[in-house]
């Protein structure tokens, strides 16, 4: 059976997962994890693995995970190639006919999404190109010269220069948006086209089957009298009131038509030079009418330039008021969750920023001065016989909090996810606790350095030091600190394994995710 999925259910699914996004029914964040990315691969910083998409994997990854950053309905906008222009290059022009047995002159593109038919400009102007030279002597079109600069509303030249081109404006990306939603590669489309007032000059000027271009396939022979200008030559087809001008070189052939009027309600057209007393010649002149896309052009923003990529963004930076995002280790891996639920509770989480991590407050002779070594072990006997185990992701001298994670190599696994006989503390991944049951103890042991305590005294989200309010990120009872999301809850819907950074306090890391429908 010959069938197909269009390109259209490509763009619904993007503005549906956009309008997924910013509701109040759903929660999407993004997160940072994999502190200790050599100990899976010892060439990761150089030629990071493919992530793998399974549901063990998926389990992998909440156990690695560091923190979290919302998205909201302001960092998530759909997105379409980045074509910058430049003189000298020759582009494809708009039309609703490219096929595989049609495709585009200048790039082959068999469909009109896959065509490079429209550009940015130095200022960050959006145009459309409805012509680009194209005639009987220039079958796949001229280079263009002129840079499109203008904001007006109808179609025209961008110079002087002769290039034949016809450029139609279409929209100025926002700094705001510049700076969230452009990409080597992407640039953003206007949020909400159908309703925004920042829009509608642009939008309402669209009329239904408008027809802005005709081009001239063959300029036929003997067409009358040299040089002579035909007005109002109609265009017949099921639309109505669109006419055009043909003018006649010295040789009785068609030099050029130009739209005069672009009327309304057409999907295919077809010049009637009878009418518009157009004589046919001894070989009659060809032309193609090139019909405007469903609503015209500028209607429909999404459909019109091909909106089936959608770029999600976060920043992660250093807060002093909640400082989820740890400093002093590396992160290898990127990645969006949806959905994801608050710790130890079914409700969606609807935090800013959420770390994922576990974490401790030390106390003890020298905690001001301890070192705790990156992605090294340290334990805690919580029974006779039984063993907290975790490996550290950050230790701040300053508050003696400790942050860590645990992940299933503490419990009997390797990196590769195969088991092992007899591992040292346990099958079991035990929870650190301040109240430790018999024969266990308070101490936090290292891998290197002196033991401290957990300081069971302590409860809250921040702590005064010295007359100064530290905040800890997350919220403390008796000296435990438990992550702020439920662990494996949500789906993780985006990985990306990246060579590792090491991020510093004055750090902040801009994160674009594109996902492709």
Known sequence: ??????????????KNFVAGVTTTD?????????????DYESDWDTDPPSPKDNFEQEDSYWDNMIAMKKITSSDVRQVVPRRAWSSGTTYDMYRSDYSRTNTAKVSGATNLYSANYFVINSDYRVYECLHNGIDPENPNGKPSLDEPTFTDLEPRSAGTSGDGYIWKYLYTIKPSDIVKFESTDYIPVPAEWETSADNAPVRDNAVDGSIKIVTVTDAGVGLGTANATYTRVPIKGNGSGAECTVVMDAASQVKNVTVSTQGSGYTYGSLDLVAGG?????????????????????????????AYNVLLYSRIENDNENPDFITDNQIARVGVVCNPQAFDSTSLLNLDKAA??????????????ATFVADSYFTQTIATGSTAVARVVNYNQTTGVLKYWQDRDLAGFTTAGIGVTQPQYGFKLNAFTGDPGSGGSLTITPSTGSNLGIDTAFSGVSTVINNKTYYLGQEFTDGIG???????????????????????????????VILQF
């Open 356 to 369: 994922a991590t576990g974490a401790l407050r030390l106390a003890g002779a020298g905690y001001s001065s």
């Open 26 to 38: 759903n929660a999407y964040y993004s997160f940072i994890g994999l502190p200790n990315p050599t």
């Open 1 to 14: 059976m010959a069938a197909i999925i269009t390109d259209q259910i490509r763009i619904l699914n993007a």
């Open 482 to 512: 438990d992550p702020e999301v439920k662990k494996y809850s949500g789906n993780i819907i985006y990985v990306d394994n990246r060579p590792s950074i090491t991020r510093s306090s004055t750090q902040k890391e801009d994160i674009k």
């Open 278 to 306: 157009v004589p046919t010649g001894t070989t009659r002149p060809e032309f193609n009418v090139i019909i405007s896309p469903p609503g015209g052009h500028g209607s429909n923003i999404y459909r019109e330039l091909g």
